[in-house]
């Protein structure tokens, strides 16, 4: 039951990262992203901004059951991506149509 904020990681592109189900919060710190494989993310309480990493070596993530309010990537990665988990979140419209589709992420509208 990892708390506190996100550690960090040193990775190569076959990496899988799993910190899910702890008592991490806060915004994550990317830098261990950029050429995992494979992020599992989910149930714990991460807010803020899920950034996804350019396109390349990341095929899998999972970051369901966060707080996360923002979703952007610099690159449409609609066919990187091979499996995707992002529901249960705080979204806010607008995000990619493809993680509503293959990711089951929802958005709300603030207003």
Not at 64 to 72: A, R, Y
Not at 78 to 105: M, T, V, Y
Request: glycine share 6%; aromatic share 12%.
């Amino acid at each position: 039951m990892l708390e506190g904020t996100t550690p960090t990681l040193r990775t190569t592109p076959q990496a899988y990262i799993n910190l899910s189900n702890n008592k991490l919060s806060g915004e994550v710190n990317w830098s261990f992203s950029l050429s995992a494989a494979k992020i599992n993310l989910s149930w714990n309480e991460f807010n803020g901004v899920f950034w996804l990493p350019p396109e390349g070596s990341l095929k899998e993530f999972d970051i369901s059951h966060n707080k996360f309010t923002k979703f952007f990537t610099l690159t449409p990665h609609k066919g990187d991506i091979q499996n995707c988990d992002a529901r249960d979140n705080e979204f806010q419209c607008p995000i990619p149509s493809w993680l509503k589709e293959k990711c089951g992420a929802d958005c709300i509208i603030i207003t």
